[in-house]
């Protein structure tokens, strides 16, 4: 916030203080004013307003026991009165005092604000660069660097995007549960970047990212939305272990995996069987299988590959891509040896692998059933059914 420079006279704790009460709740109190206000820049005017009022007021008055409701309480208030002063129209409904007790619902205000800017109205890269702005509260700067674009043309996004849910008339909601599994995969995919954006470059995003994903797994426990939390849970899990203490890149098999968080894999990996039960799975899900497969192992040598390549072998076919292909014949080298990569019949050999005792006792997921369920035409699953594993479902890894 840069409160420092522009706050004469308050204590330098203090101001540490609003600047802390600002990372963990501007995004929180700025999608509870939108929900009040109906308009996303009035909204960010009345945070910022909010904001300047606490750091004139708290020094004498004292922080408030509610920090968040009296931070959105104050910006409503401050709206109204830059409405009432502009002549512009005021609804009934915002001149209506809101009690701190209204706001306790402040989950739901966020997931409206995550749905409304992923809207099918926006186009794709819109849903995404709005939603890391308004929600995860990521600058422009940032937002291109996940782009890979530049900053004026994220700018030009957003704006757009603003003008497009003002004019249209996008209601400022959570979509009803039929509509949510259409809505569900824009969502999905912006709270992986948010992830992906702090796991490199900023870890309060990332921890942003999983409380996103816990706030999206509440409200709508579907498989892939379990998978997504579980994927981001344990790959978090090895973030101490990640650097090294000259801050270089430690690949997995060269990490101390002693330094992983054990609550995060246990987590992750119940995560993974609860939606692995459904016998629905999809890419977020099965990328997070393969990342418990990988934690389960107590050392590189005891990584399940035989596992591992029949997951990317399942994750290929739902959802091809050059990554999963390097991937895929990465886990071939490793199982088979660096020729093993090159065999062009890599699914039946690991069909006949799985029949083995040793693979029986070890990790067991419903791949046939689960993709029968996946949403493919009948004729690709009836050119690839005979080849998929057999397997029982039950506990994804056996302790």
């Known amino acids: 916030m840069g409160l420092g420079r522009s706050a004469p006279g308050v204590g330098q704790d203090l101001i540490d203080t609003i600047e802390s009460v600002y990372r963990a709740e501007s995004r929180r109190v700025l999608a509870t004013l939108i929900r009040l206000l109906g308009d996303f820049d009035l909204a960010e005017e009345a945070l910022q307003e909010a904001f300047a009022a606490a750091v004139e007021k708290?020094?004498?008055?004292?922080?408030?026991?509610?920090?968040?409701?009296?931070?959105?309480?104050?910006?409503?208030?401050?709206?109204?009165?830059?409405?009432?002063?502009?002549?512009?129209?005021?609804?009934?409904?915002?001149?209506?005092?809101?009690?701190?007790?209204?706001?306790?619902?402040?989950?739901?205000?966020?997931?409206?604000?995550?749905?409304?800017?992923?809207?099918?109205?926006?186009?794709?890269?819109?849903?995404?660069?709005?939603?890391?702005?308004?929600?995860?509260?990521?600058?422009?700067?940032?937002?291109a660097r996940a782009f890979l674009t530049t900053a004026p043309t994220v700018a030009q996004r957003i704006v757009r995007a603003k003008g497009k849910i003002k004019g249209a008339g996008i209601p400022y909601e959570v979509p009803a549960l039929s509509d949510l599994p259409e809505r569900?995969?824009?969502?999905?995919?912006?709270?992986?970047?948010?992830?992906?954006?702090?796991?490199?470059?900023?870890?309060?995003?990332?921890?942003?990212?999983?409380?996103?994903?816990?706030?999206?797994?509440?409200?709508?426990?579907?498989?892939?939305?379990?998978?997504?939390?579980?994927?981001?849970?344990?790959?978090?899990?090895?973030?101490?272990?990640?650097?090294?203490v000259e801050g270089d890149i430690v690949l997995l098999e060269e990490q101390d995996r002693s330094l992983w968080d054990r609550d995060e894999i246990a987590e992750g990996v119940a995560l993974v069987e609860r939606a692995l039960a459904s016998r629905r799975v999809g890419p977020y899900l099965l990328q997070a299988a393969i990342a418990a497969v990988h934690a389960d192992a107590t050392s590189p040598a005891k990584t399940d590959w035989y596992e591992i390549v029949g997951l990317?072998?399942?994750?290929?076919?739902?959802?091809?891509?050059?990554?999963?292909?390097?991937?895929?014949?990465?886990?071939?080298?490793?199982?088979?040896?660096?020729?093993?990569?090159?065999?062009?019949?890599?699914m039946a050999s690991s069909t006949l692998l799985l029949s083995s005792s040793r693979r029986q006792r070890r990790l067991r997921l419903p791949w046939r059933d689960a993709y029968n369920s996946h949403s493919i035409g009948s004729s690709a699953r009836k050119r690839t059914n005979n080849r998929l594993p057999r397997l029982v479902p039950g506990s994804l890894v056996k302790r």
Request: net charge negative.
């Open 312 to 346: 990317y072998d399942v994750l290929l076919r739902m959802d091809p891509s050059p990554v999963v292909e390097l991937n895929r014949a990465a886990a071939i080298a490793m199982r088979d040896g660096p020729a093993g990569c090159c065999r062009r019949h890599a």
């Open 184 to 244: 569900l995969d824009a969502v999905l995919r912006v709270v992986y970047l948010v992830f992906n954006e702090g796991y490199r470059f900023r870890h309060d995003l990332s921890g942003e990212a999983i409380r996103l994903g816990r706030l999206l797994a509440e409200l709508l426990p579907d498989p892939e939305v379990l998978g997504l939390l579980a994927l981001m849970l344990l790959h978090d899990s090895r973030r101490a272990a990640r650097l090294s």
């Open 58 to 143: 708290w020094p004498t008055e004292g922080i408030p026991s509610n920090p968040r409701a009296w931070l959105v309480s104050t910006g409503r208030f401050k709206a109204i009165d830059r409405l009432r002063r502009s002549q512009r129209e005021v609804s009934e409904e915002h001149d209506v005092p809101q009690a701190a007790a209204e706001y306790k619902e402040v989950a739901d205000d966020e997931l409206r604000l995550i749905f409304t800017c992923c809207h099918p109205a926006l186009s794709p890269d819109a849903q995404v660069a709005l939603t890391l702005r308004e929600v995860c509260g990521l600058t422009t700067e940032e937002i």
